[in-house]
DNA sequence: ACGATTACCGTAAACGTTTACGCATTCTTG
DNA sequence: CAAGAATGCGTAAACGTTTACGGTAATCGT
């Protein structure tokens, strides 16, 4: 269908040398010729061929990206994030996701490896040794977003989740808060769960607060869970004068529960949350939580993998925003 | 780095064709050949080169999704059926997000059809005589999504808009409510603003209820666009008691100002809002709205896409889900 | 004015596959 | 048991580029 650059080659009476010369502006030919080139290419309408380029080349332009899931505004801003800087730098994502199934994403790597990405950005998920050993043996650049790993030595971009957990919880405890419930997520989770209870431990034995397990309910991140846990924790530990839920998107199941049962937040009940994606803000009340730089660990993502030196890892600075989910008991 | 077919064809004692056939399981080898070229491709971790095939295959087993923004529930829900069938298909999907911007979206196309695309997926903007020549010179699958065109002639999949707009309008009438309030997409919309504003006249005007330009605000779908045009909508037109929002988000943002203006929803003020996705469900009060089988349009999207028949368009049901949002008057 | 650069351009190999074609060898069939 | 069909396999062209290499012709320096 399309035309070629030997079809350029030969209406513009040159050879295909030339025509990719001018396509590439490399140096080689007359201003005269150039103009003749690109007017045949013009009147052909011919377009390069990125697959062919590729093949030569062995480069694609093209960058995979691979998530756990794609409804959360975690993920969305992430994705926003790594999307604008990627189609400034030129490059396509190839979006993957894994659907927290390991065995999607071993088939994605596959594909990724056959489709010749010139990057991979993991995120979230704790890296597997599989995972991890194939793509060392796809020998192109790495970069972890919201996770980490020992065992590899890829570079990451996350925040400290055990140090921002910590000031999450002692910010309940300085305002006056001791009985304090969590609900975070997988208990097992080596990334988003376990480090995330270190910290509301330390800020509550810091404080001098005892910790009791029963004040801990486990969730998936998301919106249901959230309800679910809230449920679960109040009827466990009813006295709770606030929760600190591990996304917002589960602080705000924990809002809707209590809208349903009749507690008024933050009267009754303090909500603290985790990430600041626009849940909390479009939230009622509006949400208090810890904010993460999500769009920009995108943008920085990018950034890193196309930097060709050497990639060193970088731990994202957080902070409260202070809305209205949480009352002062003093 | 990788080896090639090549290196698996030599090691084996065989011909490269030879090892194609197996590959790609054709006919023309003995089972014994076959275990031998197996064997050989474990041993030297030969994987094929997806980029040399699509060379001479002349498809690539990618699609383009090109959609005007990252940020709303309502696109990754989208993404999220679009990507799950893809996935099963076995083709791999190119993010574009044009964020509504015309130059973006001719730099996306351009990027498509040079990675040789098979086929591609345009949701929600209009489509501009420009890109739809662009896609046509491609000679490749197209389909719309949540949009539509009488100047080209390619399928799309969508809901009526206006029929929608007029049931939601409808159900506010039937509830009682006289003074309606609109909160519309962009004026000159003819996608997913018009149309609906189009149905919203016509309930009034079949419930003989006269129609007035400032019932409406406009928005562009997102949340603050919301917020902002509630507090518009309530001081122009204090006396409303209920408004309907052409987006979920944007409901929220009504809710998230009637909160702040100490509004009670529903009972001082109702609110519908449209999509029905997850943001609905999370609202406080829970939101009484419109629902799209949004999922379901990227599912069938695909398949469209994919199948080589004949592609006929197709109008997809809706219906009205009822949560809290809504008062009746009588 | 003469050799040495330099500018312009073409030829052809290479990238890693698929596949049409052809050639032995084996299998069928009457 | 011979002729034809089927099976197993290899050779080489093709896909659309990029680029190393080489060859003219023009320009430079002295």
């Not at 140096?27 to 061929?49: A, D, H």
């Not at 599989?130 to 020998?139: A, E, F, N």
Request: net charge neutral; proline share 4%.
């Amino acid at each position: 269908m399309g035309s070629t650059i030997k079809d350029v080659a030969r209406y513009a009476g040159v050879s295909v040398a030339t025509v990719s010369r001018v396509i590439n502006n490399l140096s080689g030919y007359t201003e005269e010729t150039r103009k003749q080139v690109l007017r045949t290419i013009e009147e052909l309408g011919y377009t390069p061929n990125a697959i062919a380029r590729g093949l030569v080349n062995k480069k694609t332009s093209t960058i995979g990206v691979l998530l756990p899931s794609l409804t959360s505004k975690f993920m969305n801003e992430l994705l926003n994030g790594i999307e604008s800087v990627a189609h400034k730098r030129e490059k396509s994502v190839i979006l993957c996701n894994t659907d927290t199934d390991g065995s999607r994403t071993e088939q994605y790597l596959k594909v990724l490896n056959e489709k010749q990405v010139d990057g991979i950005i993991f995120v979230s998920e704790w890296l597997k040794e599989s995972y991890g050993q194939i793509m060392v043996d796809m020998k192109i650049p790495v970069v972890l977003v919201s996770t980490y790993t020992y065992r590899f030595n890829f570079p990451y971009i996350r925040v400290d989740d055990t140090k921002a957990s910590y000031t999450a919880t002692s910010y309940l405890i300085e305002k006056g808060h001791r009985e304090i419930g969590m609900i975070s997520g997988r208990r097992g989770d080596p990334v988003a769960g376990y480090p995330r209870i270190e910290g509301y431990k330390k800020a509550l034995n810091d404080a001098g607060i005892p910790f009791r397990e029963e004040y801990i309910a486990y969730g998936d991140f998301h919106y249901r869970s959230g309800v679910k846990s809230a449920e679960e924790l109040l009827k466990r530990v009813p006295h709770i004068t606030a929760v600190f839920a591990t996304s917002d998107e589960m602080a705000l199941g924990v809002l809707s529960y209590a809208y349903r049962a009749g507690i008024s937040v933050p009267d009754e009940l303090s909500v603290i949350g985790y990430d600041d994606t626009q849940d909390a803000e479009m939230a009622i009340p509006p949400l208090t939580t810890i904010h993460q730089p999500i769009f920009e660990m995108g943008v920085r993502a990018v950034e890193m993998l196309l930097s060709p030196g050497g990639k060193e890892s970088v731990i994202m600075p957080y902070h409260i925003v202070e809305r209205e989910s949480v009352k002062s008991l003093q």
